[in-house]
């Protein structure tokens, strides 16, 4: 793979954005935790939402089929 190292894991930027989104933890909170820029945690929370909702979705598909 070509570019940089990503900084964090997956597992990392995970758990921030669980904080954030079932914890109700707030951007400034999170980014002050884990010394990481508010901006890292806006972005961590809109993929984790968007996962989320997939998620929410296929659950759904397949308990109705």
């Known amino acids: 793979p070509h570019g940089r190292q990503p900084k964090w894991t997956s597992e990392f930027m995970w758990m921030v954005a669980q ?3 079932e914890e109700g933890m707030t ?3 999170a980014s002050k935790t884990f ?3 508010s901006g ?3 972005a ?3 993929k984790f939402r968007k996962e989320l909702s ?3 979705i296929q659950n759904t598909k397949y308990q109705m089929g």
């Open 54 to 56: 997939q998620q929410q």
């Open 35 to 37: 010394n990481i820029s």
């Open 44 to 46: 961590w929370v809109r």
């Open 19 to 21: 904080k954030v989104v």
């Open 40 to 42: 890292s945690v806006s």
């Open 27 to 29: 951007y400034r909170e």
